[in-house]
C-alpha cells in the first residue's frame, strides 16, 4: 500500500485528512455545475416546445390560406388590386423597388414589412420582377 499524503505533505500510515492533487478545490464547481445543467436542459426543453406551438401554428394558417384560394379561384374572385399612388408605380417601373417601397410607406403610412409585401406584389402582377 502506498503511503498516504497529508496537508503537511509527510508521510504517516493514519493521516488525519487525505489532500488528493487531483481533486484538491475540484468540490467547489461540482455543486454549481450539477445545478446548471438540468437548469439549460429545461429551458432548451420549454423553448423547443415554444417554437413547435408556433411552427403548428404558422403551418394551420398556411392551410387556411390555401383554402382560401381555392374557394376564391373556384368562385372567379380575384384579390383586390392595392390602390398605388403614382409615384409608387413611376419608381417601381425606373427599377427603383427600394424608393418605391418608401413612396408606399409615405403616402399609405403602413409599416415596412406591408409596404415591401404591397410592392412586391405590385411587381409580381406587373411582371416586374
Do not use: C
Given at each position: ?12 500510515s493514519e493521516p488525519e485528512h487525505l489532500v488528493s492533487p487531483v481533486f ?24 423547443g416546445g415554444r417554437r413547435t406551438t408556433v411552427d403548428r401554428q404558422a ?69 416586374l420582377g
Open positions: 500500500m502506498p503511503p498516504m499524503v497529508t496537508e503537511a505533505g509527510g508521510d504517516e484538491n478545490g475540484a468540490m467547489e464547481w461540482v455543486v454549481p455545475f450539477a445545478v446548471m445543467v438540468p437548469l439549460v436542459l429545461l429551458a432548451l426543453v420549454a423553448a403551418q394551420k394558417l398556411a392551410a387556411v390560406e390555401r383554402k382560401l384560394d381555392l374557394i376564391m379561384a373556384h368562385l372567379g374572385i380575384s384579390e383586390p388590386e392595392p390602390d398605388v399612388p403614382g409615384a409608387v408605380l413611376q419608381e417601381l417601373l425606373a427599377g427603383r423597388k427600394i424608393q418605391a417601397i418608401k413612396e408606399y410607406r409615405d403616402a399609405t403610412g403602413v409599416g415596412l414589412k406591408e409596404a415591401k409585401d404591397a410592392v412586391e406584389f405590385l411587381a409580381r402582377q406587373r411582371g
